[in-house]
């Protein structure tokens, strides 16, 4: 059987379940799991007459490698009005950035298998923005419509004979006004095709749950549902072997069914490991399950997944324990995109935002507000990342005109399913959200929505506790937060959106309760982090967000104003785009908010800030999401001898801060200074420097003035690149002075050339304000800072990547694809 069931009745599919299948004893070395399928479409973006017709003209289509995200691709009409990717009238444009919404076709040939005999052919999308029609050889065979959750169609009884070529044609749909951040548009996740035996393991019919976990042993437990009716009697064995981190192998006893016409078989397995390696958030050691189906003594599929070992509890008074410990989650909420590649989730780009979030600090991810992609969760695995999976950022009550409450109602179950289905087998995964800011979410209609998506959530998952986003009621005026106790009642775990200050006289009304902020604000970092150490029902604090994102254009930032009070809005106009909210700016780079959290948790002991001057008449406005307008920088030109507020973060008792050697104060830091102490210094260039000490330890961190840039470095990321099309390249810029010093003020205008065995994807900076195209390898420095992506072309050789300025030398980078 294919899932979720609701998919398939929507995308016509034709169900294993209902054919009474023979054990294939002649073909099974014929039969795959998710071979690649991203290579060799074509694209064209608008509506597209007859796009599904197999004798469509495709002359001029634009030639693609899976994932695509045709909504930064640049404007053919370049104006005031359109500049790269951006249009400045967009309908709803401050949600998404002022990013393209639309039409796109794509089309592939697809050979049907000489020996394709009674096998089944499964395409396997991760997910397309936002709502996508497949038709095979002119006939539709599917849709799909909400842009974030998986989805497989069979396709077999729609190909032509074997030998012979098949088109496959896919509609992508971002109709617009469809959602309050940027979603990205068109096959943004990569495909992936099976080719099955009549009686095979269903897809996603594999589940692995660990009980009974000790340092000596643990259980294992693996139910395998079996897709498509063998015949009555057929003999069905199941066997599985389990593959520690270091190879051992652990094989399971197998297990035998005959097989009854009525129903698709479940077989279960189970057994012990012996002294298992546990995983964890600073060791997330994974093991690897394989196992086979045989019948009538023939294997006819073989299933490969990873799973952890590891146990999750909490309560009121114990916290959160992960395998009997109690974890703290130091926590990130983020949205999909991958920053200058919009919302291609290419697995070393989503590798990638999750390798830098657990470098700087983070050990849990609030996928905000919908389910991640699959390679998230790989890397989320691999790395020791805690994810809370979230389903839906609405119900039945819309947000945007036309966002998924259009579809809820029909679709709301086997959406969620599916994420539960794919996601299950997620060690990282420890909790399941079903909504964020639900306007209806404490209302009688809402509450039994609520429940009817935990029961989705349970019929498939009951070892993970349930949780759902609550905030004050903005969009219901009239009620107080003690209304909220109705939609609180039926989670496990419950999530508050900006309410620390409610944390305590709650855990008075409901002692049970366990609690987390679910979004919070940096300037409430210190506040937030002091409830989570203070109450162990308080398990942890996601700031919104952990990196910045495309859309709810500058909702972080910070503004000069002629009065300290007045207005301040909530989005920003054009040319604005980024949120500017995120600890992380979309290159990967710490923002200043990221190193006074540091010091909050402990990651670091001493750092300094430096506000940027406001002018005499001016107030700095910053917006509840925004934070300090400072720099980690002693570069203020034009401001010689006047007096800048110096800031110095750190958990020591007691700093000192010199300017070129000469003593400028010392002051202690008490618990109410919340890690910061204040210095006004008159500014000078040189060398700013703070120091404290720890213990017998002396701690020092310095800022230096640099002089004006004279050279480009680039670093990359890897030493080597995997000759492999999606592999993918990061190169950060820097502009440097002589001494090797950031030159943080350049801004120089740089343009980047690929050749060789790679190409270039995108190029760009961190600034908030677009700054024209992503793609055409021409950008600006920010802060001094940029990034080059390159991508493979798939064949192992040199790549050269040479950047130009007019005012540097040319910057050269030579390495290998292997």
């Known amino acids: 059987m294919l899932f979720p069931s609701k998919i398939i009745s929507r995308g016509l599919f034709f169900l294993l379940i209902s054919l009474l299948c023979s054990c294939d004893k002649a073909a099974r070395n014929d039969s795959f799991r998710e071979r690649d399928f991203n290579a060799d479409w074509i694209c064209q973006l608008g509506e597209i007459a007859h796009g599904d017709s197999p004798d469509l003209d495709e002359s001029g289509w634009k030639s693609v490698h899976l994932p695509h995200d045709w909504s930064i691709e640049d404007y053919t009409q370049q104006d005031s009005l359109h500049q790269g990717p951006f249009y400045k009238n967009l309908p709803g444009g401050r949600d998404v950035g002022y990013l393209r919404d639309g039409i796109a076709w794509y089309r592939k040939e697809y050979r049907t298998p000489e020996k394709l005999r009674d096998k089944h052919v499964i395409l396997d999308f991760d997910g397309i923005q936002t709502q996508m029609e497949l038709w095979v050889n002119g006939i539709k065979t599917g849709e799909h419509v909400y842009g974030y959750t998986p989805f497989k169609f069979d396709i077999t009884s729609r190909l032509n ?42 897809p996603w019919g594999v589940q692995i749950t660990t009980r009974d976990i000790s340092e000596e042993s643990a259980r294992i437990n693996i139910n395998v549902r079996i897709g498509g009716l063998p015949e009555e009697g057929a003999e069905l064995e199941c066997r599985a072997k389990l593959i520690s981190p270091e190879g051992k192998i652990t094989v399971l006893d197998p297990v035998h069914m005959a097989a009854k016409g009525s129903s698709a078989p479940m077989l279960k397995l189970s057994g012990s490991i012996k002294i298992p390696r546990l995983w964890s958030t600073e060791q997330p050691d994974l093991y690897r399950a394989s196992i086979t189906l045989h019948c009538d003594g023939r294997e006819t599929d073989r299933y490969e997944t990873t799973f952890g070992i590891r146990s999750i509890g909490y309560s009121a008074e114990g916290g959160l324990l992960l395998n009997g410990k109690e974890i703290l989650m130091k926590g990130a909420c983020m949205h999909h995109d991958n920053g200058l590649l919009g919302a291609a989730a290419f697995p070393d780009a989503e590798f990638r935002r999750v390798r830098v979030m657990k470098e700087n600090g983070f050990n849990a991810i609030r996928c905000s507000h919908n389910p991640p992609s699959v390679d998230f969760l790989d890397a989320c695995d691999k790395l020791g990342m805690l994810v809370i999976d979230e389903a839906f950022d609405h119900w039945v009550k819309p947000k945007r005109p ?206 300094i800030m430096v506000s940027k001057p406001v002018p005499e008449g001016k107030f700095s406005r910053i917006s509840y999401w925004g934070w300090n307008d400072e720099l980690n920088s002693w570069n203020w030109e034009g401001e010689e001898g006047k007096p800048l507020k110096v800031k110095v973060y750190s958990s020591l008792p007691e700093v000192r801060l010199e300017l070129n050697g000469r003593l400028i104060g010392s002051k202690k830091i008490l618990p109410a200074d919340r890690y910061i102490a204040e210095f006004e210094v008159n500014y000078m260039p040189g060398e700013l420097m703070a120091s404290g000490v720890d213990g017998e330890k002396e701690e020092l961190v310095s800022l230096k003035t640099a002089e004006e840039a004279s050279q480009l470095i680039l670093s990359p990321e890897i030493e080597t690149l995997a000759a492999q099309r999606n592999s993918l390249l990061y190169i950060p810029v820097e502009a440097r002075d002589i001494k090797g010093v950031l030159a943080i003020n350049d801004d120089s205008e740089l343009e980047a050339f690929v050749s060789g065995e790679g190409e270039l994807l995108a190029a760009g900076n961190a600034s908030p304000l677009h700054d024209g195209s992503f793609t055409d390898g021409k950008f600006k420095l920010f802060r001094g800072k940029g990034l080059i992506i390159v991508r493979s072309t798939g064949a192992p050789g040199e790549i050269i990547v040479e950047l130009k300025s007019k005012h540097m030398d040319r910057a050269r980078l030579s390495l290998e694809a292997l």
């Not at 509609?171 to 095709?193: M, Q």
């Not at 966002?403 to 794919?422: C, G, L, T």
């Not at 604000?521 to 506040?527: I, M, N, S």
């Open 161 to 202: 004979d074997p030998g012979v070529i098949n088109i496959i044609a896919i509609k992508t749909l971002n109709k617009g006004e469809n959602s309050r951040w940027f979603a990205g548009a068109g096959i943004y996740r990569p495909v992936h095709i099976s080719i099955l035996n009549p009686v095979s393991i269903a």
């Open 402 to 607: 036309g966002d998924y409450s259009n579809y809820f109602p029909e679709w709301h179950k086997a959406d969620i399913q599916a994420m539960v289905y794919r996601d299950r087998n997620h060690p990282s995964v420890i909790m399941w959200s079903y909504g964020n800011e639900i306007q209806e979410r404490a209302d009688p209609e809402g509450i039994e929505i609520g429940k009817k998506l935990i029961s989705a959530i349970r019929e498939l998952d009951q070892t993970r506790p349930v949780t759902q986003a609550i905030c004050e009621f903005w969009d219901n005026p009239g009620k107080e937060w003690d209304h909220t106790a109705g939609a609180f009642e039926i989670m496990d775990i419950c999530a508050y959106n900006y309410q620390y200050l409610n944390y305590e006289p709650d855990h008075i009304k409901y002692p049970d309760r366990v609690m987390y902020g679910a979004e919070t604000v940096p300037q409430h970092a210190w506040e937030n982090w002091e409830m989570v150490k203070k109450h162990a029902y308080v398990i942890g604090d996601f700031v919104w967000t952990g990196m910045d994102y495309i859309g709810e254009s500058g909702i972080g930032h910070v503004h000069l104003s002629d009065a300290a009070g007045g207005e301040n809005w909530f989005l920003q106009p054009w040319p604005w785009y980024l949120s500017w909210c995120g600890d992380i700016d979309i290159l990967g780079n710490k923002k200043p908010q990221s190193y006074y959290r540091d010091v909050v948790w402990g990651e670091s002991k001493l750092e």
